[in-house]
């Protein structure tokens, strides 16, 4: 009953077999069972190759999400799921972090003011930030994307 519960929110295509239940913020697929939640890929998982070790996770291979393909599914550390992250270019960056507090067209204005003589100081006053940001904007150690 489960296992056709879980299935019948699945949407099979070509590649991705896509999650149509409910979704978490980081938009990974969410399976209620055993009253607990799981991510739906952590499911499909179990159901094709048994339970997971303790502290390890279910990654992608398709950088997808809700796709919760078996072929798509391996296991690893959480480690290698930071690196994987870091290999594709999918981490936050600029105004995509929730923390960071310019945008990048105010990174563009930091990096010409420093070119007409602005101190970092200055800048970083301006901007609301320190002025170790601004020297790491300027240098491209930070943002450097923009």
């Not at 929730?98 to 007409?116: A, M, N, Q, Y």
Request: hydrophobic letters at 30%; proline letters at 2%.
């Amino acid at each position: 009953m489960t296992e056709q519960r879980f299935w019948s929110k699945v949407n099979k295509t070509e590649s991705c077999w896509l999650w149509t239940g409910h979704c978490n913020y980081d938009n990974y697929g969410e399976f209620c069972f055993n009253s607990k939640t799981v991510g739906a890929h952590r499911y499909s998982y179990i159901l094709h190759n048994g339970e997971i070790a303790k502290g390890l996770v279910v990654r992608h291979t398709c950088d997808n999400p809700p796709c919760v393909n078996p072929n798509h599914l391996f296991i690893g550390t959480h480690q290698d799921n930071m690196n994987d992250m870091v290999e594709r270019n999918r981490q936050a960056k600029g105004v995509k972090n929730g923390r960071s507090k310019l945008s990048e067209d105010d990174v563009r204005e930091i990096r010409i003011f420093r070119e007409f003589g602005f101190t970092q100081r200055e800048l970083g006053k301006m901007y609301g930030v320190s002025h170790i940001l601004i020297g790491f904007i300027v240098r491209k150690e930070t943002w450097s994307h923009i």
